[in-house]
């Protein structure tokens, strides 16, 4: 069993929340928690409680990026061979451009 562990307010996180997703949908949200340098637990309590995912830096989310933009320009690829676009392949972009856009306003 694992152990349990306090919130920002020094509250015990001792519930425990499960719920069922396709595998296409569990892709999909372990590349947004890569993206975002969070813990799986702690980007989903954020967007669930609508608060705002911050991404800090770091060498991990720096690969992470990488890799999926590398995936993400193989799909590019795909779709001019006249192939169509499918939103998880969107959603990523935006999440994504989010990111780096972030990134941009940091270095003015």
Same mark, same amino acid.
């Given at each position: 069993?694992?152990?349990? !562990?306090?919130?920002?307010?020094? %509250? ?8 069922r997703m396709s595998p296409e949908e569990?892709?999909?949200?372990? #590349?947004?928690? #890569?993206? !975002? /340098?969070? !813990?799986?637990? =702690?980007? +989903?309590?954020? %967007?669930?409680? %609508? ?5 800090? /830096?770091?060498? %991990?989310?720096?690969?992470? +990026?990488? =890799?999926?933009?590398?995936?993400? +320009?193989?799909?590019?690829? #795909? ?6 676009v499918d939103d998880e392949l969107l =959603? ?7 990111? +780096? /856009? ?7």
């Amino acid at each position: 069993m694992s152990a349990k !562990s306090m919130d920002n307010h020094n %509250r015990w996180r001792s519930v425990t929340v499960a719920f069922r997703m396709s595998p296409e949908e569990s892709e999909q949200l372990n #590349r947004f928690v #890569r993206l !975002s /340098g969070l !813990s799986k637990q =702690d980007y +989903l309590i954020h %967007r669930v409680l %609508r608060q705002e995912v911050t991404v800090i /830096g770091s060498s %991990r989310v720096y690969k992470a +990026l990488r =890799d999926q933009m590398t995936i993400t +320009l193989t799909e590019l690829k #795909r779709i001019e061979a006249g192939q169509t676009v499918d939103d998880e392949l969107l =959603d990523v972009i935006r999440m994504m451009t989010v990111i +780096l /856009g972030g990134m941009k306003k940091e270095e003015v």
